[in-house]
């Protein structure tokens, strides 16, 4: 199937929540075969868990990203086509006085380059980024830019 949408981190780290939302649950059951994540998306993951103290719930979530993310998702680099939509944007950004987070642009622009809606439950992290289509999954509504 072909790809339609990139998975930001707060999208695909719903379902190991104490309380996930059951509307992004749903999303991603749905989509998940249609859907991949960047790159820094999977650093994120990988950093979060290393922070964690050893034990059971540092455990589950690495067993979560062996199991789940990587057999379900196809990672997509930031490369450097990538790279420059990235750095066209950010000065961009900066010539209207408006900053990003540097993660945050790496994502925006796998998902531009790759021509896939950019799935997070922080729309208003991309809106920011012209072109990016956004789309959050626990309300649905698009954004466009």
């Given at each position: 199937?072909?790809?339609?949408?990139l998975?930001d981190?707060?999208?695909?780290?719903?379902?190991?929540?104490p309380k996930?939302?059951p509307a992004v649950?749903?999303?991603?059951?749905r989509?998940a075969h249609?859907?991949a994540?960047?790159?820094?998306?999977?650093?994120?993951?990988?950093?979060?868990c290393?922070?964690?103290?050893?034990?059971?719930?540092?455990t589950?979530l690495e067993?979560?990203?062996?199991?789940?993310?990587?057999r379900?998702f196809?990672?997509?680099?930031y490369d450097?086509?990538?790279?420059?939509w990235h750095a066209?944007e950010?000065a961009?950004l900066?010539?209207?006085?408006?900053?990003?987070p540097?993660?945050?642009g790496?994502?925006a622009?796998?998902?531009e380059v790759?021509?896939?809606l950019?799935?997070t439950l922080?729309v208003?992290?991309?809106t920011?980024?012209?072109?990016?289509v956004?789309?959050n999954?626990?309300?649905?509504?698009?954004?466009k830019?």
């Amino acid at each position: 199937m072909t790809l339609r949408f990139l998975l930001d981190t707060s999208i695909v780290s719903e379902p190991v929540k104490p309380k996930p939302n059951p509307a992004v649950l749903r999303q991603l059951e749905r989509h998940a075969h249609e859907s991949a994540i960047a790159a820094p998306v999977w650093h994120e993951l990988r950093y979060g868990c290393g922070l964690l103290p050893a034990g059971k719930r540092r455990t589950a979530l690495e067993a979560y990203l062996v199991d789940v993310i990587l057999r379900t998702f196809q990672i997509l680099p930031y490369d450097e086509v990538a790279a420059a939509w990235h750095a066209d944007e950010r000065a961009r950004l900066e010539r209207a006085d408006t900053t990003a987070p540097f993660v945050d642009g790496q994502i925006a622009a796998i998902a531009e380059v790759h021509g896939l809606l950019l799935v997070t439950l922080n729309v208003r992290d991309f809106t920011r980024y012209d072109g990016l289509v956004v789309e959050n999954w626990a309300t649905r509504p698009r954004a466009k830019r």
